[in-house]
């Protein structure tokens, strides 16, 4: 009986708006929504210059870069695994693709090479991870030092410069006045969230984080669908590599280093949790987010350089400690 | 190869005061009365025997001696004066020891270490002592007729090895009453009598000994008395000597039956649907081979540790077979995955339901549609919540799981409604053979018989099932036939007609003494 009025409930709330909105203010994202309006107000009182159009569009568009890590990090930490090595894919894959075009290939095709030696990472990462069952944690650890040792292989620590102009033109193009790491990166945020909810991929996704044994008793491909994670990390940090050559004009051998570390702290920010099965593309935004604003506030009120980082820890630990209490 | 009973060599030990007295111990759970008013006693330099089916109450007799139990009624006295547990360190230091069947050893370090753990010998600086443990340890040994190297690790020590490990761990204390559950399940016959001799040993030391075992004509041999329980009563306590192994059994059984759903017609000339030939893999699963045909249910029965849910495993394709073929329809098919198991339409409901059977995090609408992605998917390949909605909708409907929407939590549901969603999600994923490995474990009365019939329900629906229970009159009540599984081989294949509670369990129970003879047998030769 009581089921059967919850059914009616149900249909009776009109609009996908409506439900969305019912959704979004039961789930973890909204308080976390709220701390970061939180520190918007804080940093925009406290730094007046905060709010101007400039510093906008340059923040969002440094945010956009980690954030895209991040969404890809995401697949991984939701399967209960974990990976190191996006940091030095976003490296490799810039330098793949800026080497490609300094030799003379066109640079769609030169895309083409960044975006396959992404997939390239994340295939072998996840293969030995997948089938081999070997720790993630030391697999992506041991492909963060190749993939960043191949970046010093291949440029010997010089930039590549040689990028044609008719690439340059993406890094500083922007559209309605938002810079385009920015676009790419609600493309993406759309794309993934499409994925994680509505296709059989992403539901299996939460179902070996939540419980990888019933998943596998479930008749659950689960070494397929991880595989599939970390193609979808290393296939991210293909598209910032990319777009970080277009944004300084060359490809840098140290791009990349230690954002590993903040991409899954913008996951475990935005409410991720390591042990996996829970988190959203929605709490990676926001948690992204909080983590640039605040470092930007930090530069806007001539904090050192080395406040900042003390400061960005101390707020990973707390939002994990956070976490911690509330699923208590 | 059995030797018979020795009756003489301990009576004289046994003094005539208990050395531990439990008086009406009553012991409830949500749902179930695990133990009624049970009087249990032990004597010092004894050896007692607990006797029962599976789920009549042995451990948990043996759980609130221990200190895991806190019970609802009755009262316990160790040497006369008043026994009160509030936790097992209680019970540690008052000198009660359990061994469990598995054994709680870290595997990593050595014996010495496994056997001082917490309880670490140090040297005056506070440091641990090598020395000295490696001392105490040899000295231990001796005394109780071991032969191991203190410094070995664990993990090279053979399995009965590791029991004498577990034994002067308990030793290592001064310990009144050392209980021993299955001790013998994993031994061959050889270490079986190395471990009555040191059994002998303890009691000659004056230690009571509590021995829980499903082997009877080990049980008679080594124990001076029997307890025999049975759904959570005491049956008697009787003197091993006054007694055989055909009045233990039917001691043992003759379980209440009034929960039981029953009554159900089947044709028994309906085709076979899927054949097991000649399966066997990890740990001890031995050339077993059955079919099951359309709309039947066969209940498996056996005692705990012979191999029930290993040979599901073995069947999905979780664990990987030595050899053996599945058939469905009379071809052989390759299942070499739980993933490669549910394309060829077999389904499993694990015993763990917790931990292998739902994604605790995830809704009710999520987990019962875990199954069967590929249904629910709109024409552009996404997830259609219309669809899954209905789905879920209508196996929570007819199930009866009371949730409070299709989105609650499973984490938060009763054992019998998180059951109810387990088979939900192999309902919508309509396998042609679905294994149940203790569907009413753990859950209350009015929801064991919904389960009961929601299985014939099922099976009438031309379902084929494979209905694993240590409950015997749950499988007689709704079985069509009973195999039986005793230490990893199949012993019997019983007709509705013929099948009853004694012949089950003489089943169970009666090829664990020749296999165990066999096992020593390869072992010597």
Not at chain 1, 113 to 142: D, R
Not at chain 2, 366 to 375: D, G, P, V, Y
């Amino acid at each position: 009986m009581r089921v059967q009025e919850e059914q009616k409930n149900n249909r009776t709330i009109p609009s996908i708006a409506g439900r969305m909105g019912r959704r979004l203010m039961k789930q973890k994202e909204s308080t976390i929504f709220l701390a970061l309006l939180g520190i918007v107000i804080l940093v925009s009182i406290i730094a007046p210059n905060f709010l101007t159009t400039r510093n906008a569009f340059s923040v969002s568009r440094q945010i956009s870069f980690y954030a895209i890590v991040a969404c890809g990090v995401l697949f991984v930490i939701l399967t209960a695994g974990i990976d190191l090595s996006v940091g030095s894919v976003v490296g490799l894959t810039g330098v793949t693709s800026g080497f490609a075009m300094a030799h003379g290939v066109h640079p769609l095709l030169a895309v083409g090479v960044g975006l396959g030696t992404g997939l390239l990472c994340g295939l072998i990462s996840g293969a030995l991870i997948a089938y081999l069952k070997v720790t993630p944690f030391i697999i992506t650890l041991g492909m963060l030092s190749v993939a960043r040792g191949a970046v010093w292989v291949i440029t010997e620590g010089w930039p590549i410069t040689e990028i044609p102009q008719s690439f340059l033109v993406v890094g500083r193009s922007q559209i309605f006045g938002i810079a385009l790491p920015v676009v790419v990166l609600l493309f993406i945020a759309v794309i993934d969230f499409i994925i994680l909810k509505y296709t059989t991929f992403g539901r299996r996704i939460y179902a070996i984080g939540g419980n990888e044994e019933a998943a596998v008793l479930s008749g659950i491909n689960v070494a397929r669908v991880k595989l599939g994670a970390y193609l979808f990390s290393g296939f991210h940090a293909a598209i910032v590599g990319v777009l970080l050559v277009a944004r300084f004009s060359s490809a840098q051998s140290a791009a990349g280093e230690g954002w590993e570390l903040d991409a899954i702290a913008a996951a475990v920010i935005g409410g991720a949790s390591l042990a996996g099965g829970s988190g959203s593309i929605l709490g990676v935004l926001i948690g992204a987010s909080i983590m640039g604003v605040i470092r930007n506030g930090l530069v806007l009120m001539r904090v050192s350089v080395y406040w900042q980082t003390l400061v960005i820890g101390a707020i990973i630990i707390l939002a994990a400690v956070i976490d911690r209490e509330r699923d208590k | 190869m059995t030797s018979g009973k020795t009756p003489v060599q301990n009576t004289k030990k046994v003094s005539d005061t208990n050395i531990v007295e439990m008086h009406g111990i009553t012991m409830k759970f949500p749902g179930v009365l695990a133990l009624d008013k049970v009087d249990f006693s032990v004597k010092p330099g004894e050896v007692m025997c607990l006797l029962g089916e599976n789920g009549a109450g042995k451990s948990t007799l043996m759980k609130v001696l221990t200190g895991v139990y806190i019970p609802n009624e009755g009262h316990m006295l160790l040497d006369g004066k008043p026994l009160v547990l509030q936790n097992t360190q209680d019970a540690y230091s008052q000198g009660i020891s359990i061994i469990f069947q598995e054994f709680n050893l870290c595997a990593n370090l050595t014996v010495m270490e496994n056997i001082f753990m917490g309880n670490e010998e140090r040297t005056s600086f506070g440091f641990v002592s090598y020395r000295k443990m490696k001392q105490k340890a040899a000295e231990l040994f001796r005394r109780l007729n071991i032969d191991i190297d203190p410094e070995e690790t664990v993990k090279n020590l053979g399995v009965a090895s590791q029991q004498m490990v577990e034994i002067a761990k308990a030793l290592s204390q001064d310990t009144k009453i050392l209980i021993m559950d299955e001790p013998t399940s994993s031994l061959a016959e050889s270490e079986i009598r190395t471990l009555f001799s040191i059994v002998r040993d303890l009691q000659a030391k004056g230690i009571a000994v509590v021995f829980i075992s499903h082997k009877l004509k080990e049980v008679i041999e080594i124990s001076d008395r029997i307890t025999v329980l049975r759904d959570g009563k005491l049956v008697r306590t009787v003197h091993a000597a006054d007694i055989n192994e055909d009045q233990l059994i039917s001691m043992m059984v003759g379980r209440d039956m009034k929960h039981f759903f029953s009554e159900r017609q089947y044709d028994s000339s309906n085709e076979v649907v899927f054949e097991v030939e000649g399966l066997s893999g990890p740990p001890k699963i031995q050339d077993v081979s059955f079919s099951l045909k359309k709309g039947e249910i066969v209940g498996l029965a056996g005692l705990v540790g012979a191999g029930r849910t290993e040979l599901s495993m073995l069947i999905m394709g979780a664990v990987k077979r030595w050899s053996g073929t599945l058939k469905m329809h009379g071809k052989p098919v390759s299942v070499n995955s739980p993933n490669d198991a549910v394309r060829q339409g077999i389904g499993y409901v694990p015993e763990d339901r917790k931990n292998l059977g739902l994604v605790q995090p995830m809704s009710t609408r999520e987990n019962l549609t875990l199954s069967i992605h590929k249904n629910i998917l709109n024409k552009f390949g996404f997830i259609s919540f219309r669809k899954e909605c209905e789905i879920a909708d209508t196996y929570i409907k007819q199930l009866q799981i009371k949730v409070s929407s299709r989105e609650h939590i499973v984490k938060t549901l009763s054992g019998g409604n998180q059951q109810k969603v387990v088979i939900g999600k192999w309902l919508s994923a309509l396998p042609e053979v679905m294994i149940l490995d203790e569907p009413t474990r753990g859950i209350d009365v009015g929801s064991k018989a919904e389960v009961h019939r929601l299985i014939a329900e099922l099976a009438d629906a031309g379902m084929s099932i494979l209905l694993i229970s240590s409950e015997l009159p749950e499988i007689l009540a709704i079985s069509d036939r009973v195999l039986v599984l005793s230490n990893g081989r199949l012993t019997a294949d019983l007709a509705r007609e013929e099948a009853n509670e004694e012949n089950i369990m003489q089943a169970a129970v009666k090829i664990q003494e020749t296999s165990a003879a066999n096992a020593a047998e390869d072992t010597t030769g």
